[in-house]
C-alpha cells in the first residue's frame, strides 16, 4: 500500500525510477479525416469580442495553426471584425454572441460563422469610408481576407454573418 507523504507531485514516477511528464490537458483537436470544431457563446461586450477572437486562436494552435501563421491571423482578424460588428451592431439586451468556427481539411478552408440577435441591422456591401473617418472598414478586411462572406437570418431571432477563409493543412500534416 502506497504511504501517503502530503507532498504534491507534478509526476509519475515509472518502474525505472525515472519521472514520466504530467499527462497533457485533454484538447479537442482534429479528427482522423481533418476536420475541427468550435462553438461558444460569448457576453456581446468589447471584453466579450476580444475573447472570442483569443479562444479561436488558441484552438487553431491545439488544431495545428501556430498562432503566427497566415491561417491562424486571417481567422484571428476575421473573427475579432465580425465578434465587433456583432459587439456593436447586434447587441441585444441581456443576449449573448455565438462564434463558430469550422475547419474542413479536405476542402482546405476555416468557415466562420459569429450569430448576433438582431435581424434588423445587417451587413452592408463592404465599402472604403473617407479617410479622415476612423471606422468602418471590417467588412472591407472581412472580403479581402475570405474567400466568400455573406449573412443569412437566423431562427428564431437574429442573423448569423458567416465567412470562408482559404486554409492549407495544419503544421504536422494533419
Not at 488544431?63 to 456583432?86: H, I, K, Q, R, Y
Request: hydrophobic content about 35%; overall charge positive; proline content about 9%.
Amino acid at each position: 500500500m502506497a504511504r501517503m507523504t502530503g507532498k504534491r507531485t507534478t509526476a509519475a514516477t515509472n518502474a525505472d525510477g525515472q519521472q514520466e511528464p504530467p499527462p497533457l490537458p485533454r484538447r479537442f483537436g482534429l479528427t482522423a479525416n481533418g476536420y475541427g470544431s468550435l462553438s461558444r457563446q460569448f457576453p456581446s461586450t468589447p471584453r466579450g469580442a476580444r475573447l472570442a477572437r483569443r479562444t479561436v486562436v488558441r484552438q487553431l494552435g491545439y488544431w495545428g495553426f501556430g498562432p503566427m501563421t497566415d491561417a491562424s491571423c486571417s481567422v484571428a482578424l476575421v473573427v475579432a471584425e465580425l465578434a465587433a460588428n456583432a459587439v456593436c451592431h447586434g447587441r441585444l439586451r441581456g443576449r449573448n454572441f455565438h462564434v463558430r468556427v469550422d475547419y474542413e481539411g479536405p476542402a482546405s478552408r476555416f468557415r466562420i460563422e459569429v450569430s448576433d440577435a438582431v435581424l434588423g441591422r445587417t451587413p452592408e456591401h463592404a465599402t472604403l469610408p473617407p479617410e479622415d473617418q476612423e471606422s468602418g472598414r471590417g467588412l472591407f478586411l472581412v472580403e479581402c481576407l475570405a474567400t466568400k462572406w455573406g449573412w443569412e437570418p437566423r431562427n428564431p431571432i437574429g442573423k448569423i454573418v458567416w465567412a470562408e477563409v482559404a486554409a492549407g493543412p495544419p503544421a504536422g500534416g494533419a
